[in-house]
């Protein structure tokens, strides 16, 4: 090999030399700087953990934020809404057993985030929010007669959410909202009521029947008196007038049977009393 190219040849080997150098560098800055951000997304906050200094007091916003790497360990909370359902079988005031299921909307407080992930860790409304609620819906739901659980449902899903709100604030869990999504009862309880709807409206059927009964009898009483007083003024009328009034009501009712009976095609005259005929006038049409 001549001169020239071996001086071509170290050349080349210098430069892939830098460059491997140089690649090495970059790569190591490159992960460095990856390993020293990290981000925060919408709806979250990030508790930051130093190992100098523990857990950090002030949560950090949404965006991208520098750490120190190995030193610092970022850990990403939830403070958005969740929705969380709780099932509790339990005894009412009168000893009937009750399944109740309970709809809850739960955040944490975002100002004692960091006390939260201390004591409860980033799953603190599966830690907490089963236990509390089980212990609340037993507590209230005692104090109420399963028929009051129906007719008061309202009352009963307020006094729990006021209740939860309290004991969850202990926790520094914030409650949103709370609603009674399921009540069942069991089957001896299921049929009483049953039986309890027929024999209400066997009752109502029997009142409805008795109030009919009574108002026949009051429509009967005021026919008898109606019929009464007629009666007595006839009889006061035949005493004043003598036997006129009755030979005049025998012949308005005589006309009128006879006016009735003279429409009639089959009846020309009508036989009256000694022997004497009444001729009726013939229909044009016969």
């Not at 523990?54 to 360990?73: A, C, K, M, N, Y």
């Not at 202990?170 to 609603?179: G, K, R, S, T």
């Amino acid at each position: 090999m001549s001169q020239p190219q071996q001086e071509a040849a170290k050349l080349v080997a210098r430069l892939l030399n830098n460059v491997a150098k140089y690649s090495v560098a970059l790569g190591i800055t490159g992960s460095v700087l990856q390993s020293s951000l990290y981000t925060v997304d919408g709806g979250e906050r990030c508790i930051m953990y130093d190992r100098i200094s523990g857990v950090l007091d002030t949560p950090v916003s949404e965006g991208t934020h520098f750490r120190l790497p190995w030193f610092q360990t970022p850990n990403i909370m939830d403070i958005r809404m969740r929705p969380r359902t709780i099932s509790s079988v339990t005894g009412t005031k009168d000893l009937q057993m009750v399944n109740i299921s309970l709809r809850v909307l739960s955040k944490p407080d975002t100002d004692n985030l960091a006390r939260i992930y201390r004591n409860l860790g980033t799953d603190f409304d599966e830690r907490v929010l089963p236990s509390i609620g089980n212990e609340v819906l037993k507590a209230v739901v005692a104090q109420y007669q399963a028929e009051q659980l129906l007719t008061q449902r309202a009352q009963v899903s307020a006094a729990v959410r006021s209740e939860l709100t309290k004991r969850a604030a202990e926790f520094n869990i914030l409650i949103d909202d709370v609603a009674i999504t399921h009540l069942s009862f069991g089957t001896e309880f299921t049929k009483a009521v049953e039986a309890k709807q027929v024999a209400q409206q066997e009752a109502e059927r029997m009142r409805f029947v008795v109030m009919k009964s009574d108002q026949e009898r009051k429509a009967a009483v005021v026919r008898a008196e109606g019929e009464s007083e007629a009666a007595k003024l006839i009889s006061d009328a035949t005493k004043s007038a003598g036997a006129g009034l009755i030979e005049l009501r025998r012949i308005e009712a005589a006309k009128d049977i006879a006016g009735q009976m003279s429409k009639s095609r089959n009846v020309v005259y009508l036989p009256g009393g000694n022997g004497s005929n009444v001729l009726l006038g013939l229909n044009n049409g016969v």
